[in-house]
């Protein structure tokens, strides 16, 4: 990764954004929330580039000005993915990479059918989650959608999928999280998605 220029797309506190400078990458982050972003400066310094942003708007950046992007767990915040794909696509140098991770549509309907909740899976809807952290509690909302919505709309934003992944737990889960640990098959289903997509 060393001297590729990466956009981290909703990049939070700046977790993900350190590990790929520390690998040699010159990290660009964007974010929606002011808050996250003054985590994110005191994880990295004042030195790291960090722009405030919401992925829903045009983005503050030239075209071809990435070698590569990563979206972690930061589309499902969104109901339209075209605009935001298009605008990742052009930002992003011909032959670039977007890595994209999701949760996973399958999970989430297995989830809230085990809670008793009737759902459309092949539908796009919005569900509201209610979270509590530190002492204070939001309201989440995402946006969840079928499998084929997700590539289709990747597809026509002008990505390539390369692969599509459905990681297990590591070994080392059954220590770190032993009530989450599936005796059955060793491992446990985390239920996300990850996609690699190519610009041609």
């Known amino acids: 990764m060393s001297g590729r220029r990466i956009l981290d797309a909703g990049c939070g506190s700046g977790a993900l954004f350190a590990a790929l400078r520390a690998r040699g990458a010159v990290v660009t ?113 995402f946006w969840d959608r079928p499998l084929h919505a997700m590539t289709e709309a990747f597809t026509a934003a002008g990505f390539r999928i390369d692969a599509v992944g459905e990681p297990s737990a590591l070994p080392s889960a059954r220590e770190l999280f032993p009530d989450g640990y599936d005796e059955h098959t060793g491992m446990r289903f985390l239920g996300f998605l990850f996609f690699a997509l190519h610009a041609d």
């Open 29 to 141: 982050g964007v974010d929606a929330s002011a808050g996250m972003l003054e985590q994110a400066r005191l994880r990295l310094g004042a030195d790291a580039d960090l722009r405030i942003g919401d992925l829903a708007d045009p983005l503050p950046f030239p075209d071809d000005a990435f070698d590569d992007i990563v979206a972690s767990l930061v589309l499902h915040y969104l109901r339209d993915w075209g605009p935001t794909l298009g605008e990742l696509r052009r930002v992003l140098c011909p032959g670039g990479r977007l890595l994209v991770s999701v949760e996973h549509p399958f999970a989430i309907v297995l989830g809230q059918r085990m809670a008793g909740d009737e759902t459309n899976y092949f539908r796009t809807r919005a569900r509201t989650e209610e979270w509590t952290m530190g002492g204070q509690t939001a309201q989440l909302t």
